[in-house]
């Protein structure tokens, strides 16, 4: 299995006109998306995530098109990045601020997301209409933040409410597959985003107490921010890669 599988492969290579479009906009942005149109990301999920669950049954993914990206059982799951950089227009001044302070910002993004687009930054999640991923993108107190939307998982699998209870309350029958929290973190090589007996989440910027619009709020902290999660994304590649050699 290893020899057929590049742990480092960047996403970003297979996807059409990715780096074509990237700088049209001066921040750079994703304006085709390799959770949708990379091939090899597709089959590497398909690899990764087809196994034994915690519950006894195991997973064989399907490859499909569009809403049936990758189906398994009578669920659906699509594509989702784990990895942010909140280059939004209402989050363009702090950019700018970044921009203004780093003197070779584009060297630094291209990187970034060259780095974020190996499958240690991705994960699938099921689709439909209001999914997780689409819900922790427009909550306010998430903002697409995966450190935030794995502590709602966690508080849901202790039936404790949190931002996005009620998307999550949906999918119950997607985290049933994984039995608990620890069985859920365990399957997608989440372990260095919790700590030793998994009762806590650990927080790249912040408390994880939900507080609105949770942006780094500095420019310090968004470059810690992005240091963070590229060494997360670095462990989890070495965890998956380890998980293969195995198989």
Request: one cysteine or more.
């Amino acid at each position: 299995m290893k020899n057929t599988f590049d742990i480092n492969f960047d996403f970003t290579t297979d996807t059409p006109y990715f780096w074509e479009t990237y700088w049209n906009d001066e921040m750079g942005g994703v304006f085709v998306d390799p959770d949708s149109e990379s091939k090899t990301l597709k089959k590497y999920h398909k690899i990764v995530w087809s196994k034994q669950l915690p519950n006894g049954e195991f997973m064989n993914l399907t490859e499909g098109y569009g809403a049936n990206y990758l189906t398994w059982n009578g669920f659906r799951f699509g594509s989702d990045s784990i990895i942010a950089s909140f280059r939004y227009e209402k989050y363009r001044f702090m950019i700018k601020q970044v921009m203004n302070y780093l003197p070779n910002y584009k060297d630094f993004m291209e990187n970034y997301t060259r780095k974020s687009y190996t499958l240690g930054g991705s994960i699938i999640f099921p689709k439909m209409q209001g999914s997780i991923n689409q819900s922790r993108g427009c909550n306010p107190f998430i903002r697409d933040r995966f450190d935030l939307t794995l502590e709602c998982i966690r508080k849901f699998y202790n039936n404790e409410k949190s931002p996005l209870y009620d998307t999550l309350l949906k999918n119950k029958s997607f985290f049933d597959l994984f039995v608990d929290f620890k069985g859920y973190v365990d399957y997608f090589y989440l372990q260095d985003l919790v700590n030793d007996d998994y009762s806590c989440v650990i927080f790249w910027i912040g408390n994880g107490n939900f507080e609105k619009n949770p942006f780094p709020k500095t420019v310090e902290e968004y470059l810690m921010w992005i240091d963070k999660q590229l060494n997360f994304v670095s462990n989890r590649n070495k965890r998956i890669l380890e998980s293969l050699t195995k198989k």
